[in-house]
């Protein structure tokens, strides 16, 4: 294999392949980037079982090409090589059986590879019918979503997001049994219906490779596995295996409390009054609502009091307490003026909503305080 191209046309390339690379893994193949050079292009691959990522460098991209071929090189060296060369004309050669030599006019690396024929073989084969969606939406989905999965790997179920597709409808939901996150968007119709958990980390390496462009892009469905399809880069992730909990009934169908107020001037008053919570009292903060004020506070022994107060168009009456940060959480995966917030009593799930978003849903369940 030999052949020069650009450094940031690499690197680019590298950045994407190496968020297969998990630096826990020990199997020595496995933290290796697998460098295939054909007449289509450079491949650049990786995978540590649960994702796998290949990349193309279509051949018009490359500068010059002497010699195919292939090689797996450590995945972590070849990157940071790669990023710390000036954006110049970069030499890469393959000699002597496995050694790959990095040139540019001033500098010039030698690194130990591994034989390609050792790399897994990757199964990215795709169906006639994907479901096609907008990078920008899906970015969305994913920011609105990810935060609400748990990270307790008791129940690695929760550890991911729910896409069901049912009636040209798609919801992502996410929940950590504390807190849940709904996003529903419209589809056109795909012919199938599915309910899948892909794991919330998977999802959110994919969000960190696609931009917010606009572009398509595809999701291929298989039966314990998913793969994503954008420009040049190819996605395959594992499926969560087991039964999502029911959450439908949740959520209230009614509610006897709801406020609407400015979703930047709650954001900063719960913001503030959390300042005065920690972490072994889960960040209690407490919500009182009545004669047209909404009062956020928060009363620490250790520590201090804060209160906060807010005028509002409700006549309606409450007290309940829940956790700052997941309600800082919800708050902000809005993006909008205002929030609405559901309630019916201390004990009940506090909803939020926005008149400007449908499509979201965030539930906090209250936290009893004695």
Do not use: W
């Amino acid at each position: 294999m030999k052949f020069v191209i650009k450094q940031e046309i690499l690197l680019e390339g590298l950045n994407h392949t190496s968020r297969a690379i998990s630096p826990r893994n020990l199997i020595p193949i496995l933290t290796g980037i697998k460098f295939d050079l054909t007449e289509e292009g450079l491949y650049l691959s990786a995978s540590d079982t649960d994702i796998s990522i290949r990349a193309l460098i279509p051949r018009e991209n490359i500068i010059e090409v002497k010699e195919y071929g292939s090689i797996v090189i450590g995945g972590k060296y070849i990157v940071e090589i790669i990023k710390k060369l000036p954006n110049c004309d970069i030499n890469i050669e393959v000699m002597d059986g496995y050694k790959m030599i990095v040139s540019t006019s001033n500098t010039e690396f030698s690194l130990n590879g591994i034989n390609p024929s050792e790399f897994p073989n990757l199964d990215l084969s795709e169906k006639d019918n994907p479901v096609i969606l907008k990078t920008s939406l899906f970015k969305n989905v994913i920011n609105q979503t990810f935060f609400a999965t748990s990270q307790n790997e008791s129940r690695p179920i929760l550890t991911g997001i729910n896409f069901r597709i049912e009636n040209n409808l798609l919801e992502a939901i996410a929940t950590d049994s504390y807190r849940l996150a709904k996003k529903s968007i419209a589809i056109d119709n795909n012919n199938y219906d599915f309910n899948i958990v892909i794991p919330g980390k998977n999802l959110l390496e994919l969000s960190k490779i696609i931009d917010d462009d606009g572009v398509s892009l595809e999701l291929h469905i298989f039966e314990n596995k998913i793969l994503f399809k954008y420009k040049n880069i190819l996605f395959l992730s594992r499926l969560l295996s087991g039964t999502y909990p029911a959450t439908s009934s949740i959520i209230p169908d009614s509610f006897s409390v709801n406020v609407e107020c400015s979703c930047s001037g709650l954001f900063e008053m719960i913001d503030r009054a959390s300042l005065l919570t920690s972490d072994r009292d889960k960040n209690i903060i407490k919500l009182e609502l009545g004669n047209n004020n909404l009062v956020i506070s928060s009363n620490s022994p250790e520590i201090g009091y804060v209160e906060e107060k807010m005028v509002v168009d409700s006549s309606d009456e409450i007290s309940i307490s829940f956790s700052s940060k997941y309600m800082l959480d919800s708050i902000k995966s809005f993006g909008t003026e205002t929030v609405t917030l559901y309630m019916n009593n201390d004990s009940s799930p506090i909803i939020i909503k926005s008149k400007e978003d449908e499509s979201l849903i965030q539930l906090v369940l209250p936290i009893k305080t004695y």
